[in-house]
């Protein structure tokens, strides 16, 4: 007697056929990422980038106006929105612009959920930034940011397929149980092969497949942040999990860190402040 199929290879089978519409990382942001590495940026490359995108323009001057961002005046432009934030922010704006495209679904379910993971994916992201700027890791901020925001793209992956899945057979039942253990027991690994697949570095690959991994990479110190950032949200409820029993201070990451309970305490402050920004 064969076993049951589970949600788990109906999604591994529907991956495999090479059905999927695979979310497609925003070619604007991995421009700007490129004028941003180079030693001597241009403002007016990455206005004219951020500008022949109309729907990228908008969401990065929504963002750079939010209460989390915003002086003493409004923005209008895109170039008083880099002049006076500076090009380190505005490559994390257009990151969380051009990614939130991705977190959104007509299937009512689908999209609660994807809602719920874009808050942690920028609470990880704002989360990982904070920790890398603490104390002397070595870890840009910008690798921090890419790394907390991408860590679960494995977790969109599963639900876009789903989604696709539910659109070819209505009469399919998926409850959340269900649903949530596909997504713990697959993310990881998808995530990592649709990092590789979007030719992103092999350590965000790396990040995305061993976030979970019990035997963790020591030396591996960006991993450890996300890590870090990441236990921050489950405590807190930022996205799928929480948590409110988890001892920070007596994790691992906390220990390799050197991170005492008045570091992680501030942390989760911090955290508490990006509300806006995960809305």
Same mark, same amino acid.
């Given at each position: 007697m064969s076993a049951p199929? $589970? @949600?788990?290879?109906?999604?591994?089978?529907?991956?495999? /056929?090479?059905?999927?519409?695979?979310?497609?990382?925003?070619?604007?942001? +991995?421009?700007?990422?490129?004028? %941003?590495?180079?030693?001597?940026?241009?403002?007016?490359?990455?206005?004219?980038?951020? $500008?022949?995108? #109309?729907? %990228? /323009?908008?969401?990065?001057?929504?963002?750079?106006?939010?209460?989390?961002?915003? =002086?003493?005046?409004?923005?209008? $432009?895109?170039?008083?929105?880099?002049?006076?934030? =500076? $090009?380190?922010?505005? #490559? !994390?704006?257009? %990151? %969380?612009?051009?990614?939130?495209? +991705?977190?959104?679904?007509?299937?009512?379910?689908?999209?609660?959920?994807? !809602?719920? @993971?874009? #808050? +942690?994916?920028v609470g990880c992201a704002y989360g990982a930034v904070w920790l890398s700027k603490r104390y002397s890791y070595g870890v840009e901020q910008s690798q921090a940011f890419f790394g907390g925001l991408l860590h679960d793209v494995g977790k969109l992956l599963v639900l876009v397929v789903i989604e696709q899945i539910k659109r070819q057979d209505k009469t399919l039942k998926i409850t959340e149980p269900l649903l949530l253990e596909a997504l713990a027991r697959l993310h990881a690994p998808e995530g990592a092969r649709l990092l590789a697949q979007w030719n992103m570095p092999e350590g965000y690959c790396v990040l995305a497949r061993d976030h979970h991994n019990p035997e963790l990479d020591e030396k591996n110190i960006l991993l450890i942040l996300v890590r870090m950032a990441n236990l921050t949200c489950h405590k807190l409820g930022i996205g799928l999990e929480r948590d409110p029993s988890l001892l920070l201070p007596a994790t691992l990451e906390a220990s390799l860190l050197n991170l005492s309970e008045i570091d992680l305490a501030e942390l989760e402050i911090a955290l508490e402040d990006t509300a806006i920004l995960r809305n």
């Open positions: 199929v $589970t @949600l788990v290879d109906v999604i591994n089978r529907f991956i495999e /056929s090479d059905k999927i519409s695979l979310p497609v990382f925003n070619s604007a942001s +991995h421009r700007i990422q490129q004028e %941003l590495a180079k030693e001597d940026p241009s403002i007016q490359v990455i206005e004219k980038i951020i $500008t022949s995108d #109309q729907a %990228l /323009s908008v969401e990065v001057l929504k963002i750079a106006n939010s209460p989390f961002y915003r =002086g003493l005046a409004e923005v209008s $432009t895109v170039r008083a929105a880099i002049m006076r934030l =500076g $090009t380190e922010e505005i #490559q !994390k704006i257009v %990151l %969380l612009a051009a990614s939130r495209q +991705h977190f959104r679904s007509a299937d009512k379910a689908i999209n609660l959920m994807m !809602k719920r @993971l874009w #808050q +942690h994916a």
